[in-house]
């Protein structure tokens, strides 16, 4: 399994949002580094196929995304910022989602409880999305993104709105259900991604500016410092 | 069909869903029970004295004194009709279609033949004076019939609009197909049918409110972001939300105005049903039916105009990503033919073309109907209600087929 992305850009306008990235991702933990405008969240976006690129494509085991149907069975997405439809229950919005997804109704309810357990969701399902806390409505989101046990999951700034005791909590749900899978978790907090990524890429003015594996740096923070500073120093 | 039900059931969960139906029952009901406000009647009590009559109480009085007219409006009752206004006229001194006509005779006498009496007007009248009813010959009523027919080619020739030969020729063509005699059955009022449009015009508006923010509420809460890279997230998701968006608004529009016409239908009597639309409205009207038949088409093509309506709404829902946007610009084109009827005061293509062109005040499909209303294309003549009903089906499958367009071709940049 690969996902692929070969000279991937995108312009708005005269802006240079995504420009020429080209990577190519197998199974394991991969971490989206970059600051805020770095580009981030539309590369997710086109990887996600809601977004169509300016230049380049994106493959999925060596097919194009566009109308891939294979890919988007084997997909999970969670956006940056949601808001939730004001009138559902998170069962319902989940029951939703599945129906979306195709989950086999059989494996749905099986699905839907294993991920409330999981994501400690369990005591909330039949409240309004809306009601919850921002952590719980994140859960909610992480939820969606996992319920068709997707090949490939795209986390745009997960952890935003969890506290601490969340974000440790959400790092080793991720960690227990990343065999065999691509997982790309994009955020701008370094301690988000440095223990779980196996590999991290990281972003800078819109390109790729490296790809480095965890055998490769010692301080994730140290480096991604570095590479921030040598705009200033020049 | 998993996922028609879960649409279904994501609309009807929404707070605005439930407010809408609310009022897609309420409103309509309400409607009816005004309509029958428009009942008015004076009466004589045991010592003389007038006593005013409003509402059912007026209704019920005038059906009770009309029950004798009922029945089919032939040569002779119509003869029968003018000799009794004739004899009355000589007997009192005085019109007995005017004011100051004594009561009891009025009702007793008069208001049996009444309808037939403004047939006959309405026939013989020109648009420079009133037919003299007193002095008129009961033998000119042996063509009652033919004389309608050719008063309806004269209105048209003097009409600047209407005047073109293959136009009154149409017009002929429709008005024989009318079944004749005309038939009298009392007691319904056009205040009725006017709020039968009230009706499907709140029901349109409020098919608006249901589907306008649709989709541009999943784009401005992010909410399309997720549902569009599911597996199900474009055309399939595209076209079950249409396809729910349009049962409910059909659901809703059934119930809301089957209550209207329901519990107005009950009020006025079902017996009244039964009445041609000539000897309710003009005589020389073009639609062959009775007013059940009337009230189904209106229903009907209500039904179709809210489709059309709702498919368009759900299209610019498409299209924007402001909620509001697409609430304003629906609405706008809801109560345009309205407002571009009232400047030009006729129908025109442009009219026609747009999908509330049937919905509305003085352009609605009953005043289509009742009144002469025609449209060339080339030298071919449509009649406008089949012109209406034609664009509002047109309109419906191109709308949703944009929808289905824009929907899938809609980027997540926000």
Known sequence: ?234 | MRLYAQELRRILKSTRAKVVILLAVLLPILMALLANEFNDANTLDSDGNIVPLHGREALLFIKENSAEGNGEATVERLQDALLTYQSLYDEYGMDPLGSGFPLDVLWREVQPIRPLLRMITLTYSTQEESVDLRNMSVDTLDSFYEDVEAKLISVMQSDQELRCPVMISKAQHLFQKVSTPFYVSHGYSRDAFDYIEFAILFLVILSVALSAPVFSERYSTGEDSILRCTLYGRGKLVRTTVLAELTVVTVMYFVGIGLHLLISDMMFGFDTLKESVQTLYTVYSLPNMNLLELQIVLALSGWLCCMAVTAMSLCFSARVTETSTSMVLSLIIVILPTLLYSISGGVSWLLAFLPSASVGLSNNMLMSLVDLRFLMIGDKVIWYPVILVCTAAVEFFLFVALTHLVYSKHQVTK
């Open chain 1, 1 to 234: 399994m690969e996902l692929e992305m070969k000279n991937l850009s995108k312009n708005f306008g005269k802006n240079k949002a995504v420009n020429c990235v080209s990577a190519r991702l197998t199974p394991g933990v991969w971490g989206l580094l970059g600051a805020n405008g770095a580009g981030k969240t539309t590369m997710m976006r086109m990887m996600a196929g809601i977004l169509e690129p300016s230049h380049g494509q994106v493959t999925f085991c060596g097919k194009d995304i566009r109308n891939n149907s294979e890919y988007r069975s084997a997909f999970g997405f969670l956006p940056q910022e949601i808001q939730f439809s004001k009138d559902l229950t998170v069962i319902d919005y989940l029951n939703y989602v599945a129906a979306l997804k195709n989950v086999a109704p059989a494996l749905t309810k099986e699905r839907i409880d294993h991920l409330l357990s999981v994501l400690t969701l369990d005591g909330v399902k039949n409240k309004k999305i809306v009601k919850l806390s921002g952590g719980m409505k994140r859960r909610v989101g992480i939820a969606q993104a996992m319920l068709n046990d997707p090949s490939v999951l795209i986390l745009d700034e997960p952890t935003t709105g969890l506290d601490p005791g969340e974000r440790i909590r959400f790092r080793n749900f991720l960690s227990a259900s990343s065999a065999d899978k691509i997982i790309i978790l994009s955020t701008h907090i370094v301690s988000d991604i440095e223990d779980i990524a196996d590999s991290v890429m990281i972003m800078k003015d819109g390109e790729l500016n490296r790809i480095v594996s965890k055998a490769e740096y010692d301080d994730l923070e140290k480096l991604y410092i570095s590479i921030f500073m040598e705009e200033s120093d020049r």
